[in-house]
Nanobody, 121 residues
Framework: VQLQASGGGLVRAGGSLRLSCAAS????????MRWYRQAPGQQREVVAT???????NYAASVRGRFTISRDNARNTVYLQMNSLKPEDTAVYYC????????????????WGQGTQVTVSS
């Protein structure tokens, strides 16, 4: 199972970017999907979470500016980032809880490779 993130780049403050992350390989089900970010010298922090039923949760610093969504048919999670600020500059990672086999009974956690987002002032 692999998570492949894309969509990062360089944008000016106030601009927008849309990140995508697709899960590939053979598996039975994906539960929670998340976006994290890690700025230089900082700890990795959760940015947003979406459940299978599309219930969402956001870090206070991005609430109202970022929107997480998912396409269950495509096994893909998105992060629409609007009104970007220089402090949003970080490597963004997707993360998901995936059940490989129907009879496993539990989910394992997987990380994508990260995509750089740089916001200039």
């Amino acid at each position: 199972v692999q998570l492949q993130a894309s969509g990062g780049g360089l944008v000016r403050a106030g601009g927008s970017l849309r990140l995508s992350c697709a899960a590939s390989g053979t598996f039975f089900n994906i539960n929670l999907m998340r976006w994290y970010r890690q700025a230089p010298g900082q700890q990795r922090e959760v940015v947003a979470t979406v459940t299978t039923l599309r219930t969402t949760n956001y870090a206070a610093s991005v609430r109202g500016r970022f929107t997480i969504s998912r396409d269950n048919a495509r096994n893909t999670v998105y992060l629409q980032m609007n009104s970007l600020k220089p402090e949003d500059t970080a490597v963004y990672y997707c993360n998901a809880d995936i059940m490989i086999h129907r009879l496993d009974g539990d989910y394992k956690n997987y990380w994508g490779q990260g995509t750089q987002v740089t916001v200039s002032s």
